[in-house]
């Protein structure tokens, strides 16, 4: 068996041990599609999309192109945990670089700030490339119930570039 099969078969299975339980979210910040403007060391676009799968559980994926191509593909699960005002959830899945792949997992939080303008922390291990940390805060802003104004930065650490998206997405 290829050491790539190996990977995808350790990702699927730290993905369904790394689920708890979750908490109740609006499905319209969490059922989109969406696509912009991608930098992660060279430009690009990316494509992106997340769904309800089941009552808590959101499956997610993301491809960035650039002089690398980027794939990431997971679940998040919406806990009764919370920060305050701020709803915890946890992400776990498969992550695919050009130069190599991996599984990343971790913890974040989404808070409302106003009407139409809603942020996402989240904080996230990746063992691709001998592992990294990646920290990403982005914000939405709604132009109407459908459309939103979409910008996120993640700081990555050790070889990793940061990452920076600007684009627009469409809730369903």
């Known amino acids: 068996m290829k050491m790539k099969s190996i990977k995808r078969i350790l990702a699927v299975a730290a993905l369904g041990s790394s689920l708890t339980v979750a908490a109740n979210a609006s499905a319209a910040d969490w ?41 990431r593909g997971g679940l998040s699960f919406l806990t009764d945990l919370s920060l305050g005002q701020a709803p915890v959830f946890v992400s776990g899945g498969y992550s695919d ?4 792949d991996g ?6 939080v989404t808070l409302a700030i106003d009407e139409g303008v809603n942020t996402k922390f989240e904080l996230l291990h ?5 592992g990294f940390m990646r920290f990403r805060s982005g914000i939405t802003f709604a132009i109407s119930d459908k459309l939103n ?12 570039s940061n ?8 809730k369903f």
Do not use: P
């Open 31 to 71: 059922n989109y599609v969406g696509g912009g403007f991608y930098d992660f060391s060279d430009t690009g676009f990316y494509l992106e999309g997340s769904t309800f799968i089941a009552d808590r559980l959101v499956l997610n994926a993301e491809i960035g192109d650039t002089y690398d191509t980027v794939f």
């Open 149 to 160: 104004l979409a910008g996120s930065y993640s700081l990555n650490n050790r070889r990793f």
């Open 163 to 170: 990452e920076l998206r600007l684009g627009v997405q469409y």
């Open 97 to 100: 670089y050009s130069f190599d």
């Open 126 to 130: 990746d063992t691709a490339g001998d």
């Open 103 to 108: 599984i990343y997992f971790g913890a974040g």
